[in-house]
């Protein structure tokens, strides 16, 4: 007996409904579950919006999304890509003096 697996894509969620849920919830003054459950989402993902946004000066701050990422985050990635490069190099140029080194 198979069963298929059936994969849910997953939802995202542009800043203005992260900022306009959390901002729901202040000025409402429902509970949280009840806001979420109005909103088709989970109460944790409201409240782990709440948090995010709690204490940053724009909500680019806290919500970034993936075209802006933080300017040590974007550097950490380019350092991570050119010590992946150094260290190819340096493999290739291991190799290349073993071959070299080598007595006819």
Do not use: Y
């Not at 409402?28 to 009840?34: L, P, R, T």
């Not at 409240?47 to 075209?67: E, I, T, V």
């Amino acid at each position: 007996m198979e069963q298929e697996i059936v994969k849910k894509a997953r939802r995202r969620f542009d800043q203005q409904f992260k900022v306009d849920a959390v901002r729901l919830v202040a000025e409402s003054g429902n509970a949280v579950a009840e806001v979420a459950r109005n909103l088709g989402i989970g109460r944790n993902q409201l409240d782990r919006w709440m948090k995010q946004l709690q204490g940053k000066k724009s909500p680019q701050a806290a919500f970034p999304g993936n075209g802006n990422i933080g300017a040590d985050k974007k550097e950490l990635e380019e350092l991570r890509r050119e010590l992946a490069r150094v260290k190819e190099e340096r493999e290739i140029l291991k190799k290349a003096m073993a071959v070299f080194s080598r007595r006819p």
